[in-house]
């Protein structure tokens, strides 16, 4: 087992957070507008999407972390290249919800986001397993919040 290099771990986990916590500031109030919405059946209560979110944008830079230091599979670098991707995509899915309430185009984009994120949880087990199977819990939540996007789409 290769050894730990640890500020580059620090770093991919810090830069999966800061793109939640930029995409989070740029939402404007999200709090006001999540609380005027019908909410489909089985939504959590508003506290628990920034404490899920930390912990899956923290499992994220780990596993594309572990990716990173793979040994060259052929696919490591597409597998990055998904990884930014959809981080881009997560990035922008708030922003599009919150500050600007276009709801049927947040559902889209986050059915898209999930889509992204099953493709790199493949990529990631094809270059190194352990990479893929932390972030199953992001592809079950990503689909999760799939689920909530369309259900506040058809019902606001």
Not at 30 to 49: I, T
Not at 53 to 73: C, N, R
């Amino acid at each position: 087992m290769k050894k730990i290099k640890w500020t580059d771990l620090i770093i991919f986990i810090v830069t999966a957070e800061l793109v939640g916590t930029i995409s989070a500031l740029l939402s404007g109030q999200y709090r006001e507008v999540f609380s005027q919405l019908n909410k489909p059946p089985l939504s959590p209560p508003a506290v628990v999407f920034p404490v899920v979110w930390a912990v899956l944008y923290a499992l994220m830079g780990i596993g594309a972390y572990l990716v990173y230091v793979s040994e060259d599979s052929g696919i490591r670098t597409f597998s990055l290249r998904v990884y930014v991707l959809q981080l881009a995509v997560n990035f922008s899915w708030s922003i599009i919800f919150f500050r600007f309430e276009l709801l049927g185009l947040a559902a889209v984009v986050a059915v898209i986001l999930a889509v992204l994120v099953a493709v790199m949880v493949w990529t990631f087990f094809r270059t190194r397993p352990l990479a893929a199977y932390i972030n199953l819990p992001y592809l079950a939540w990503s689909i999760f919040a799939s689920y909530l996007a369309i259900g506040n789409a058809v019902l606001n």
